[in-house]
């Protein structure tokens, strides 16, 4: 199979928005099975994926019991509004356990996060050694929303990418291993998704009138998020851009890649720092 990595990954200066089939489904192993049921194909297989992030999120827990490494991972997910951030959280990291997991959502700074640096808030929500962190929304946004609206000026935002690229380095040199993905959904796409959110009353809650105001900028969104992927698509911390207008593989794709990194991380159970036999012949003979 070909590696998913080599099919979504951006290189950087190349990468073409508007040349992405958002309804493409790159790397689909067996076109067959997929393409009778290609729902019921991605629930078995996110099911069988999801198995083994569970598993690998036990060892690379357990590997970090008392300091022993500092290897965690962190998926940072972006995407346009009704992108299916959401939905790829619920669906995907649904298997791991709760208690080994750190989900953290970015909505615009607080009073306080205002008075700081822009990656202070981020620092703060960095998964700790041996968990899975997973950002709704990003550090990205300082040069997304922050860049379309002029919130600052173009001095100002124009130096992140940098900045955003010794962050990153910085953490990739502190164990800690980042997949940072754009699940990239057409205009049209999200045409649909609003209107879903308005006539089911269940998804109502998630929609915002202010979200028509970002979709007017589509074309500025799209140019913001090309340089950004760009110019931070970086050996460390690369960019995958995931066609998503199709549910099922925006699921299959994006457990795909977390289970890549997790698997190159190859994370195993510590040895026991105590003499096993000695402890078991104690726990038989306590009272
Ligand atoms: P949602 O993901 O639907 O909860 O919306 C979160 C909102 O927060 C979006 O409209 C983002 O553009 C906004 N947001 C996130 N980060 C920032 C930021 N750094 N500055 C301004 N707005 C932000
Ligand atoms: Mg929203």
Redesign the pocket.
């Known amino acids: 199979m070909t590696d998913l990595r080599e099919l979504l990954g951006v290189r950087p200066g190349h990468l073409r928005l508007a040349s992405i089939d958002t309804r493409s489904t790159p790397g689909v192993p067996d076109r067959r099975a997929v393409n009778d049921d290609p729902k019921a194909w991605s629930r078995e297989q996110v099911g069988k994926i999801g198995a083994d992030l569970a598993a690998y999120q036990e060892k690379l827990y357990a590997s970090a019991k008392e300091g022993a490494t500092d290897r965690r991972v962190l998926l940072v997910l972006q995407a346009m509004?009704c992108g299916g951030k959401d939905g790829t959280v619920r669906n995907v990291i649904g298997s791991m356990n709760p208690a080994g997991l750190k989900a953290v959502?970015?909505?615009?700074?607080t009073a306080e996060e205002r008075r700081h640096d822009?990656l202070w808030r981020i620092r703060r929500a960095l998964p700790p050694s041996g968990y899975v962190g997973i950002f709704?929304?990003s550090h990205y946004?300082?040069v997304l929303?922050?860049r379309v609206h002029q919130?600052i000026p173009e001095s100002e935002w124009a130096k992140r990418y940098d900045i955003i690229n010794a962050f990153e380095q910085e953490l990739a040199d502190d164990g800690l291993t980042m997949v940072k993905v754009m699940l990239h959904i057409s205009r049209e796409e999200q045409r649909e998704r609003l209107l879903a959110r308005l006539d089911d009353p269940t998804k109502r809650w998630k929609y915002?009138p202010g979200d028509l105001t970002?979709r007017a900028r589509w074309q500025d969104y799209q140019q913001a998020y090309e340089d950004a992927l760009n110019r931070c698509s970086t050996p460390a911390a690369p960019w995958y851009v995931v066609p998503a207008d199709r549910k099922w593989y925006r699921n299959w794709a994006v457990a795909t890649l977390l289970r890549q990194a997790l698997a190159d991380i190859d994370p195993r159970y510590p040895k026991a720092d105590f003499d096993v036999a000695a402890e078991r012949q104690r726990v038989l003979t306590a009272p």
């Open positions: 509004d959502g970015f909505g615009p700074p822009f709704n929304r946004e300082d929303v922050v919130l915002n970002e």
